[in-house]
């Protein structure tokens, strides 16, 4: 699914007026009633202080106010005072309260004309939508601030004030809100960790907008979600063998980090790769046969850390390294060695990208179409800090675009940045994922796609969007605190059946 920016979203509302019989009053009416209803479902409080400007946003608001008060709930307007008219669909909106004359309309002029707000209301922000066009200053920043300084919980309409839907809001004055009621599709402000603390729970309401709109406007960036993953995946033939699935090699493991093997060989095996052998130290050798016996070992010639590369790389479909192996001066050679010499699909994660980053030069080395899957702080090893998460997003583009790789950098919602200059966001995964052995899965799960003949760009969506789900069905059946990367794993399975 294309994910669209602001001003597109707002061009989606345009369209969808000019090709359906409705008015924009008669769709902002449609969008209030979404809220309303979501508000009248999930909330019980003594009174519902509305807040809001003078664009769209406060004229959603005004409607939310009329709506609620039709559901016999007590309501209060507060409206942001300026300059501004006021847009039509505010100013029309506005009338109609007026004339109902049933509930109480306050213009804020000054901090003085700030409410008092009681812990037992909720408090609903529509001041600002998608018209921000700089960050708050004045008595919008205080009004924010004030809404803030409160217990009372806040629900943002179409996106809390004073954040921007496509770029950075580091340091700008924002509502924070306990959930945020957005309209038809998610808007890229809530895919990025920068903005959790605002954002709270996101709510998308269906309005029904015009269906052709997506297909007419292009975007550099799309969501990861259910239909997508399932246009990715492959269902086996009835006549299948082993041999149809692939051979994936796996170099994992270090003295006292074996888990990280078992971890990875287990989730390429639960993907479906056909065979998966694991290079792991001598140490590892009978830690991994005992864990996952269906795997096959290549023991290295040393004890305690993989050192060399002593067997023909053809023989695989697919290569995954990293996890747990070390950055000592033999993985190094190693790793040059294998980049040197690969010509298949190949999966970097952990120590491999370590190594990298100690190691620039290797960066050139890079296959096309070679799986990097970082975590913030690796991909900053590698890539250089950036300055925010979008930033960050900019940057993973730029350089899947100059080297011509793929780069999964890993989150809560994990960006894939493909060489083309496309990139996607997954809307699967959990918070119990934030621990130890995640991404050896994730490492094996993307190797073990790429080893049954999967191209890397369907390994790397696919690979992602299962492993969130997995976490995600594993989290709903345990818990996330409880959450082990061996429960991911073994919820591969039904993530699959999911599709
Ligand atoms: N698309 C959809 O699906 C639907 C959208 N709908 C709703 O419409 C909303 C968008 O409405 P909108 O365009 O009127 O913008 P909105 O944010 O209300 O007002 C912005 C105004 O404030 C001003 N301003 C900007 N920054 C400022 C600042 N820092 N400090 C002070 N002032 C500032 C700026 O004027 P300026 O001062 O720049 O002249 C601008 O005119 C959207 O979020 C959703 O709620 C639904 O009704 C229907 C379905
Ligand atoms: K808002």
Redesign the pocket.
């Known amino acids: 699914m294309k994910l669209l920016n602001a001003e597109q ?2 061009q ?2 345009a369209f969808t007026i000019k090709n359906e019989p409705l008015s924009s009053l008669e ?2 009416e449609r ?1 209030a009633n979404a809220c309303a209803r979501w508000i009248v479902q999930n909330t019980l409080a003594e009174s519902y202080y509305i807040f809001c ?1 003078k ?6 608001g005004l409607a939310i106010a009329r709506l609620l008060y039709n559901a016999n709930k007590k309501v209060a307007v507060y409206i942001l005072e ?1 300059d ?1 008219k006021g ?1 039509d ?1 505010y100013i029309s909106n506005f009338n109609i309260l007026h004339h109902l004359s049933a509930i109480p309309i306050f213009m804020i002029r000054g901090e003085r004309d700030l409410p008092e707000l009681p812990f037992n209301c909720i408090i609903i922000d529509a001041l ?10 004045g008595l ?1 920043a205080k009004m924010v601030d004030h809404i803030n300084n409160s217990i009372a919980p806040a629900i943002a ?3 809390p004030s004073g954040l921007f839907g496509d770029h950075s809001s580091a340091h700008n004055t924002i509502v924070k809100a306990r959930h945020t009621l957005s ?2 599709v998610l808007k890229t402000a809530f895919l990025v960790a920068e903005n959790e603390p605002w954002i709270g729970h996101v709510h998308i309401m269906d ?1 029904n ?1 015009h269906p052709a709109f997506p297909d007419e406007v292009s975007t550099p960036f799309s969501i990861i979600n259910k239909s997508l993953a399932s246009r990715e995946y492959r269902p086996r033939n009835a006549f299948a063998h082993k041999g149809n699935f692939g051979h994936a090699l796996l170099i994992a493991g270090s003295w006292g980090k074996a888990g990280a093997a078992v971890l990875c060989s287990r989730a390429c095996l639960r993907t479906g790769a056909g065979l998966v052998t694991a290079h792991v130290p001598q140490s590892g050798v009978t830690v991994l046969q005992t864990a996952v016996p269906e795997a096959m070992v290549f023991p290295d010639k040393e004890a305690e850390q993989v050192s060399g590369l002593n067997y023909d790389l053809n023989h695989f479909t697919a290569v995954g390294i990293g996890p747990g192996i070390g950055t000592g001066v033999k993985q190094q050679l190693l790793l040059k060695e294998l980049l040197e010499h690969i010509q298949r699909p190949l999966v970097l994660d952990a120590d491999a990208l370590n190594i990298l980053s100690e190691n620039k030069a290797l960066l050139n080395l890079l296959k096309p179409d070679t799986i990097l899957t970082p975590h913030p702080k690796e991909f900053a090893r590698l890539f250089g800090e950036a300055a925010d998460d979008f930033k960050r997003i900019e940057l993973a583009q730029t350089k899947a675009m100059e080297l011509s790789i793929f780069i999964v950098l890993k989150g809560h919602h994990s960006f894939v940045a493909c060489p083309d200059g496309t990139g996607y966001f997954n809307i699967t995964g959990n918070a119990g994922m934030a621990k130890g052995g995640s991404g050896d899965a994730l490492t094996g799960m993307v190797t073990s796609l790429l080893a049954q003949g999967y191209l890397p760009k369907e390994a790397a969506l696919l690979g992602v969007f299962l492993h969130g789900l997995a976490g995600d069905l594993a989290a709903a059946s345990g818990g996330m605190e409880a959450l082990l990367a061996s429960d991911l794993i073994d919820h591969i399975g039904n993530a699959f059946k999911q599709l």
Do not use: K, V, Y
């Open positions: 979203i707002r989606w509302d769709l902002m969008a400007g664009g769209n946003n406060g004229g959603d300026s501004a847009s669909d600002f939508g998608t018209g921000l066009n700089r960050p708050l200053t919008a309409i179409d996106i309209f038809q309005i907008l």
